[in-house]
């Protein structure tokens, strides 16, 4: 079972969290049908990243093999073989279909319940067969995933996600993606062909123009908001100059779930986010 758990990856399902996103800078967030709905979607979305993560798996094992931390995972060790992780895999997409089924049935919504998880799915098996070595695209598709959360979670419960704040999560999405890529170039442990065609200068300035993007972006969503919300915004600046720490050191490959994983500092600042935001939002 504990092989079938890392198989899985549970831990970046944080990843999926941003599907309560629009509820939550909604004011909603404590309305319980709607916050139900977006329960099962999370579960749903969950195990639809989790099914990409063991497709990949089966592809890449023998490549996996020869990374220094990817030859652990189940499959290229040799703890899980291939057709038991293919059994597993058709068992989890049989769950989540017939979750986007029940999800259809309460909101009558199948393009939302049934199209952006399958978009994904689809979306990362042709990342999966060629698109991850295009220069750029393998970036794009990253931050796609990132959206795709964002308007799923809106769409599942009707609420519409603001021009600022959609341009906010797109301009972090690309930011994180460079981000992940510059520390697989900086290591040189990854096996990616797409790393051949970026430099580490593309990289940092690449990313400067994102992280410049997002900031701005979020503070012209919070100068919109209510009062207080502007004050998030410095906030939100220290959290990604902290990022931008972490994955500065090379400690880690600038994987979002696990830098925040193996990171009291950020952890702490993000909770004090929330809990900043959640005052903001929601207390007269």
Known sequence: MKQYLKLIRPFHWVKNLLIFVPLFFGGQLFDRNKLFLLVLGFITFSFIASSVYIINDIQDADKDRRHPKKRFRPI??????????ATFLVGLLLVSFLMMAYLTRINHNPWTSFGFPIFYLIMNIAYSNGLKNIPLVDVVII????VIRLLYGGGLVNITISDSLLLTVISASMFLGFGKRRNELKKGTSTRKVLKAYSMEFLDKIMYVFIGLTLMFYSLWSINGSAWLVYTSPLAMIIVADYCLIIESGSSDGDPAEVL????????LLLLFLLVLLLCLYVD
């Open 76 to 85: 290229a060790s040799g703890k899980i073989s291939k057709q038991h992780a």
């Open 143 to 146: 931050a796609v995933g990132f």
């Open 261 to 268: 994983k193996h990171s009291k500092s950020l952890m702490a």
